[in-house]
């Protein structure tokens, strides 16, 4: 909940800044208030405008992407998943307790990583909450995994070449794992948030300086600082894929898990 902390906060800074400025503006003296100063300190806030629009433009591009790629791999995780059991399942009833490993690990990894859905069923072990997005103990379940069916011992050509295409998958799917967990996440420094949201400050102060005191006014400005506020909270909360209001679906990971049950 911290990003809807963030843009809250970021709405109450923006509209003290411009309500500080509306009540200093009766203050200033005359030749403050010229035409020509308000012509000119307009067209100064507006360089940093500009280069506030363009720095949100960038950095929500550069969020949004990284959300799509950490969703492309969970569904291509989830797609390889699949792949692993459906060839363990050609493999025959030799490959059961592998199969058994593989669905303890994908409703595990469901339970931990959507704690606020409904569990899958069946049986499995479940964590206490922690930070990150590596559990090395559901990282020990597929080592166990591949360990187990690199000594899978063949008895014909037909299971040799089925063998070496299982451990070929088994591979793929831990790469998958890793480029899963080494997607950038969390990316946003606070001295940049911080940065940005002073720089916000500044506008909405100016904004209040130089603009007549009525009620139009202020519903623009309002309306303006709402936007920018649920704009920030967008890129934080697409900054943390997992968590808050858009986050990446456990849909592919569920749809696999049903492939595994053996009731399919």
């Known amino acids: 909940m911290w990003d809807?902390?963030?843009?809250?906060?970021?709405?109450?800074?923006?509209?003290?800044?411009s309500g500080a400025g509306q009540i200093l503006q009766p203050a200033l003296h005359e030749?403050?208030?010229?035409?020509?100063?308000?012509d000119a300190v307009r067209l100064v806030i507006s360089i940093l405008v500009t280069f506030t629009a363009l720095v949100l433009g960038l950095v929500t591009n550069s969020v949004k992407s990284s959300y799509?790629?950490?969703?492309?791999?969970m569904r291509g995780f989830a797609s390889d998943i699949i792949e692993l059991d459906q060839r363990l399942r050609e493999y025959g009833a030799d490959t059961d307790p592998q199969r058994a490993v593989l669905r303890t690990y994908v409703a595990a990894a469901i339970a931990d990583?959507?704690?606020?859905?409904?569990?899958?069923?069946?049986?499995y072990p479940t964590f206490?909450?922690?930070?990150?997005?590596?559990?090395q103990e559901?990282?020990?379940?597929?080592?166990?995994?591949?360990?187990?069916?690199?000594?899978?011992?063949?008895?014909?050509?037909?299971?040799?070449?089925?063998a070496d295409s299982i451990a070929a998958r088994m591979t793929e799917t831990l790469q998958q794992r890793w480029l899963?967990?080494?997607?950038?996440?969390?990316?946003?420094?606070?001295?940049?948030?911080?940065?940005?949201?002073?720089?916000?400050?500044?506008?909405?102060?100016?904004?209040?300086?130089?603009?007549p005191r009525n009620l139009v006014v202020s519903v623009t400005i309002l309306m303006c600082a709402l936007s920018i506020s649920s704009?920030?909270?967008l890129i934080l909360n697409l900054d943390s894929p997992l968590t808050g209001l858009i986050r990446v679906s456990s849909g592919p990971l569920r749809t696999a898990l049903g492939h595994i049950d053996p009731s399919r």
Do not use: C, N
């Open 180 to 211: 899963l967990i080494i997607t950038p996440q969390d990316t946003l420094s606070p001295p940049f948030i911080i940065l940005m949201v002073s720089w916000l400050v500044m506008i909405f102060g100016v904004f209040g300086l130089s603009s």
């Open 68 to 73: 799509d790629l950490f969703d492309a791999r």
């Open 231 to 233: 704009a920030v909270y």
């Open 113 to 123: 990583t959507w704690r606020d859905e409904p569990r899958p069923p069946g049986g």
């Open 31 to 38: 030749h403050h208030k010229s035409r020509e100063t308000i």
């Open 128 to 135: 206490a909450p922690t930070q990150g997005y590596e559990r």
């Open 138 to 162: 559901l990282g020990a379940l597929l080592i166990e995994l591949d360990g187990a069916i690199r000594r899978l011992a063949p008895t014909d050509d037909f299971h040799r070449r089925l």
């Open 4 to 17: 809807f902390g963030v843009a809250g906060l970021v709405l109450l800074l923006v509209l003290a800044s």
